[in-house]
Structure formats: C-alpha cells, structure tokens
C-alpha cells in the first residue's frame, strides 16, 4: 500500500541508493552504445553507398552492351535479309527455268542459313544460361 504525504500526494520509498559510481557506470555505458551505434550507422552507409554505385556501374554496363546487341542484330538481319533476297531471286529464276539441280542447290543454302544463329558461331550460349541459373556461380567482373 502506497504512502501519501500531508497534501495527500503518493511517497515514493527508494528501494536502494544509486552510488555515483553506478550513476556514471550507467552514462559511460549510454555513450559507448550511442558511439557504437553511430559508427555502425556509419559503416552501413557507406556499403550502402558502394552498393548503389555499383549497381549504376552494372546497370550502365548492360545498358551498353543492350546498345551493342541492337546494333549488331540490327546489321547481320539487315545482312541475311539481303540474303534471303538474293537466294529467293535465284530460286525463282532457277525455277522458271527448270533448272532443279540449282533449285535444290539453292534451297539447301536457304535452309543452312535459315538455321544458323547469328551468335551460333561464337560459342555455346547454354553455358552461359547455366551461369545464370546457377546461384553459385562467381562472376568475375
């Protein structure tokens, strides 16, 4: 039950006296944590920092390289258009001419390059989505 004084307010009764000691032992150890936490605060920041710039850096990579597909696609489909266009143009004119010799001729060099990959020659890309599938793979940069 608590004690109320003469205006009728409650007493707090202390349960025990807290020494200087244990008074500064308390701030020492408030300083420390905020210190620690500033510096931690601090650290994370700045991988925070790295992180995204690496991030740009990566993404102005791909972005790069996205530009340089384009380019390239752009060129070898306008390259084997103008094949496909010259190897139908002989079709027909080895058609209308009877010549089957040089239709068949004609038609297997349509069907190699329908078939072939602009990138086939550069190297298996299986790999390479193997690479990306693999959650352990290092990429070395």
Known sequence: MATIDQDGNP????????????????????????????????????????????RDTELKRIAAAEQLLDKYFTQVFAERSETFTALLGRLDTAMEAGDAQVAATVLGAIVEVAKSSPLAALGDLSAVRAAFDDPDHVWEL
């Not at 009764?13 to 150890?29: E, H, N, P, R, W």
């Not at 944590?33 to 700045?46: D, G, L, P, Y």
Request: no cysteine; net charge negative; proline share 0%.
């Open 11 to 54: 007493v707090h009764k202390a349960v025990g006296l807290i020494s200087a000691q244990d008074a500064f032992a308390a701030l020492t150890g408030l300083v420390d944590a905020v210190q620690e936490a500033v510096v931690i605060h601090a650290q994370e920041s700045t991988k925070q920092a790295q992180i995204a710039a690496y």
